[in-house]
């Protein structure tokens, strides 16, 4: 008994279902094999998640499922065994579909189980059927696991492949998938998926990789390798966590008391867009302050996926975060390449925020006279009239 891996290695997956379809593909898996008697109850799944990969690690699975023990209701006495107690046509054409023997038929036929089932006796087959290896099931589980996916839309691509007739094939699935890897301990499981062949093989980092192709000697130092030679921290938690970490660390570099926005929703959609987390500090002009700060947050969190800097009353500074996904010896050229693309998106907030001054909340109502409410409840004005008379009635 061994433990299992499986990776799929895509080129770009969504970042904002990344962690659902992570779970979606281990969960799947998981229930699959168990289904199958190959996971035991005890089994338990680890999901993998980054940008370009889909993994799942499984404890204790079994290279065959154990002999199960089946008893088939077949037909009522009466219709299978004559007078004399032989086996009526009908009863032998069903034990060949059953995969009995003809030279074994007389046996069977004097093994069968008579049971009543409340109306009449019926006769049943008592059987063992062979456990499903790993590779047939697995086969199994993986098609079920990719099928199930949450994935509203897919999309179709060619893919060339070396099979017995060589040529293109399409695929479809979310995103362009490029490799496939199966191992049981630090056996190849040979499956195949997407019009691919599994093996050891996958990559790192799409920058920072200390090896272009990555081997995965057993199931058990998938993770760790990946880290160690392809400078990936593959599991979505992990690295959930470490950017928590690291954007709390930077708040307490710059002082003053200053925290990281909480957001659970940024966080995990930022998680799905790094393999190696890198927490910078970067600044904008304090003159864009006098912008309602709920403007400037949102502008920072939807466009760029900042985390701004609140200080210990809750207002914004003019400082914020950004999570890379490369470790440069001199980070100030990612810096200020943030700097630079964060502030037309601020002097844009601000321009509106301007215009919108220069006309009172007053001189607005009348607008609303060309803004229809209902077909049948007429415009926003009547609308706010009738609102307005109903208060001073209340």
Not at 190 to 208: C, D, I, N, W
Not at 214 to 241: K, N
Not at 245 to 251: D, T, W
Request: with cysteine.
């Amino acid at each position: 008994m061994n433990n299992l891996l499986i990776e799929l290695f895509v080129e770009e997956l969504p970042p904002k279902a990344l962690k659902k379809l992570g779970d979606a593909f281990a969960d799947t898996l998981l229930e699959q094999l168990r289904q199958l008697g190959l996971a035991q109850s005890t089994s338990q799944v680890t999901a993998f998640a980054s940008p370009r990969r889909l993994a799942a690690h499984i404890t204790a699975v079994l290279p065959q499922a154990a002999d199960k023990a089946l008893s088939q209701k077949l037909m009522p006495v009466s219709v299978g065994l004559d007078a004399q107690g032989q086996a009526t046509p009908a009863l032998m054409k069903k034990l060949q579909a059953l995969g009995v023997a003809s030279t074994d038929a007389a046996r069977v036929v004097a093994g069968l189980q008579r049971e009543s089932d409340g109306k009449a006796e019926v006769l049943f087959y008592d059987s063992m059927a062979s456990g499903v290896d790993l590779r047939t099931g697995l086969q199994k589980a993986l098609d079920e696991a990719i099928t199930k996916l949450p994935i509203p839309k897919v999309m179709q691509y060619q893919l060339h492949t070396d099979c017995e007739l060589p040529g293109w094939s399409s695929v479809h699935f979310v995103r362009p998938a490029h490799g496939l890897v199966a191992l049981h301990g630090d056996q190849i499981v040979p499956v195949a998926a997407l019009g691919l062949r599994a093996g050891r093989h996958t990559r790192g980092h799409r920058f920072e990789s200390r090896l272009d192709v990555i081997e995965i000697a057993h199931a058990d130092d998938y993770a760790q390798t990946l880290l160690t030679d392809g400078s990936v921290m593959v599991g979505f938690a992990e690295r959930r966590a470490e950017i928590e970490r690291q954007l709390v660390a930077a708040a307490a570099t710059v002082g003053g008391g200053v925290r990281p926005i909480e957001d659970d929703a940024l966080l995990d959609e930022v998680t799905a867009l790094v393999e190696r987390p890198n927490v910078l500090t970067g600044r904008f002009e304090e003159a864009f302050l006098e912008v309602p700060q709920e403007c400037l947050i949102l502008t920072m969190k939807a466009n760029q996926k900042y985390f701004p800097l609140l200080d210990a009353a809750g207002k914004l500074t003019h400082q914020f975060l950004v999570v890379s996904n490369i470790h440069p010896a001199d980070p100030s050229a990612i810096i200020e390449g943030n700097e630079r693309v964060v502030r037309p998106r601020l002097a844009d907030a601000k321009f509106f925020f301007d215009q919108d001054r220069k006309k009172t909340l007053a001189s607005r109502t009348a607008g609303l006279a060309k803004v229809v409410y209902h077909n049948k409840l007429g415009t926003q004005g009547e609308r706010s009239e009738r609102v307005r008379a109903i208060a001073h009635a209340i």
